[in-house]
C-alpha cells in the first residue's frame, strides 16, 4: 500500500484538529447560551474586538463566540499569531466585562516562568509593568506565590493588593491553575495555557472567570 506524503498527513491532522475544536466549541455554546461566529476578521467584520496584551495588527481570531453568563457579557475566542521570536502561539482567551467601581490599574497574574508568548509580550508592549513585591499590607501565602506572579506597576501595588488581597490570591493558586489572568481596561481577560481545548476546560475557564468577575466588582467598590 503507498504511503501518503508527509505533507498531507499534516495537513489531515490539521483538519481533524480543526473540526474537532469547532465541535467542541459549538457544543459549548449551546450548552452555555452563548451564539458562536467562528472565524471573525478583525478588518471587514464588525464585532467587539478581544484585546488585552494578546491583541495585535495581525493576529487571527476563530470559534469567536459571545453572550451573556450569570449576567456578565463573556467572549470566547481562539487566536493565533505570531511573535517577534518568530514562533507562532494560540490562546484560548474570555474576556468578561466588568462593572467596577472605579478604574482598576493594569494587572497579569501568570506563572513565573517563560511560556506561551506571554512575558515576551510583556517585556514588549509593558516594559514599566514589574513582579509585584506582595505583602505590604497583609501576609500572602505561599500556595500563590509558588505558582503565580502578579505584574503591574511598582506605583499601583499598594492599590492592587486592595483587589486581589490574600484571600482571594489563595483562591486563584487553588483553582485557577494552567490559568492566565489579565485586569486591563475594564475587562476581565482569563487565559488558558493548554495547548488543547476540551469541554472541561471552557466551562472551567467560563465558572471561574465569572466568579472572579464579581469578587473583583466587590472589591473595587472598597479601593
Not at 476578521?41 to 451573556?68: A, F, L, W
Not at 516594559?127 to 502578579?150: C, E, I, N, R, V
Not at 489572568?181 to 475557564?205: C, G, K, N
Amino acid at each position: 500500500m503507498p504511503k501518503l506524503p508527509i505533507a498531507s498527513i499534516l495537513r489531515s491532522n490539521f483538519t481533524s484538529g480543526k473540526n474537532l475544536s469547532k465541535r467542541i466549541v459549538k457544543s459549548f455554546a449551546e450548552e452555555h447560551g452563548l451564539v458562536c461566529f467562528g472565524y471573525v476578521s478583525q478588518r471587514t467584520d464588525e464585532h467587539h474586538i478581544v484585546r488585552g496584551m494578546t491583541v495585535s495588527t495581525k493576529h487571527h481570531d476563530d470559534h469567536y463566540c459571545i453572550g451573556t453568563f450569570d449576567g456578565y457579557d463573556v467572549v470566547f475566542v481562539e487566536r493565533a499569531d505570531t511573535l517577534q521570536t518568530g514562533k507562532k502561539h494560540i490562546w484560548h482567551i474570555m474576556e468578561f466585562d466588568l462593572r467596577v467601581a472605579r478604574d482598576i490599574p493594569h494587572v497579569f497574574i501568570g506563572p513565573d516562568r517563560h511560556g506561551n508568548g506571554f512575558h515576551e509580550l510583556l517585556s514588549i508592549k509593558y516594559s514599566s509593568m514589574q513582579p509585584a513585591q506582595l505583602g505590604a499590607t497583609a501576609q500572602y501565602p505561599d500556595s500563590f506565590a509558588k505558582s503565580f506572579t502578579l505584574y503591574c506597576t511598582p506605583a499601583h501595588a499598594i492599590e492592587i493588593e486592595q483587589v486581589i488581597n490574600p484571600e482571594l490570591a489563595h483562591t486563584i493558586a487553588t483553582h485557577y491553575e494552567g490559568l492566565v489572568l489579565e485586569i486591563a481596561h475594564d475587562s476581565l481577560f482569563v487565559y488558558s495555557e493548554r495547548s488543547h481545548m476540551t469541554p472541561a476546560l471552557l466551562s472551567t475557564m467560563l465558572k471561574n472567570g465569572v466568579w472572579l468577575a464579581e469578587k473583583i466588582d466587590q472589591k473595587s467598590q472598597h479601593v
